[in-house]
T-cell receptor, first 113, second 112 residues
Framework: NAGVTQTPKFQVLKTGQSMTLQCAQD?????MSWYRQDPGMGLRLIHYSVGAGITDQGEVPNGYNVSRSTTEDFPLRLLSAAPSQTSVYFC????????????FGPGTRLTVT | KQEVTQIPAALSVPEGENLVLNCSFTDSAIYNLQWFRQDPGKGLTSLLLIQSSQREQTSGRLNASLDKSSGRSTLYIAASQPGDSATYLC???????????FGGGTRLMVKP
């Protein structure tokens, strides 16, 4: 199993550009989520999904969209990038609704200039 | 709103020492409490998961305890090794089991 994969690893955007961060898992996990990690702020939940076709907002959803058309994939879309979205983004998955340990991807480091 | 705090933010110990990392949370109505390890530039690796009905979990040299009534969890590392150097994060799962709230982490350095 590849586990949780994220692409790209690094990305630089200009303010106002849009992009999609990809996340995929091959463990047939129902629950997937996106976090951002900022210095001194810890990890904060952006959006999560408890299964295909079901998504919900986390703590900091503004400026981000998600969809879950398949069990395997959970892409995160930045609609109009802002410097405040400069961060490291992590995708995570687990079997069931967080009753089991979370598996994290390696992260995407995003810089918005 | 749940708030999770980890103290200290950084810790340096000599190899072989036993140590305790602390995690506190403000809302005791949690679903579970998880401890993670993060190496520089890497993702998080789950270490221990304690369900709300449990008091502790053990894995090798690691032991995590949970006291919901006082809003505290501790991660005990026995006989620390330089390979244990990393950032350790705790996270509290909300009562619906849908969201994790993370602490800021403790950066541990174990010196040979």
């Amino acid at each position: 199993n590849a586990g949780v994969t994220q692409t790209p690893k690094f990305q630089v955007l200009k303010t106002g550009q849009s992009m999609t961060l990809q996340c995929a898992q091959d463990m047939n996990h129902e629950y997937m989520s996106w976090y951002r990690q900022d210095p001194g702020m810890g990890l904060r939940l952006i959006h999560y999904s408890v299964g295909a076709g079901i998504t919900d907002q986390g703590e900091v959803p503004n400026g981000y969209n998600v969809s879950r058309s398949t069990t395997e994939d959970f892409p995160l879309r930045l609609l109009s990038a802002a410097p405040s979205q400069t961060s490291v983004y992590f995708c995570a998955s687990s079997m069931g609704v967080m009753r089991n340990e979370q598996y994290f991807g390696p992260g995407t480091r995003l810089t918005v200039t | 709103k749940q708030e999770v705090t980890q103290i200290p933010a950084a810790l340096s110990v000599p190899e072989g020492e036993n140590l305790v990392l602390n995690c506190s949370f403000t809302d005791s109505a949690i679903y579970n409490l998880q401890w993670f390890r993060q190496d520089p530039g890497k993702g998080l690796t789950s270490l221990l998961l304690i369900q709300s009905s449990q008091r502790e979990q053990t894995s090798g040299r690691l032991n995590a305890s949970l006291d919901k009534s006082s809003g505290r969890s501790t991660l005990y590392i026995a006989a620390s090794q330089p390979g244990d150097s990393a950032t350790y994060l705790c996270a509290a799962g909300d009562n619906a089991g849908n969201m994790l709230t993370f602490g800021g982490g403790t950066r541990l350095m174990v010196k040979p």
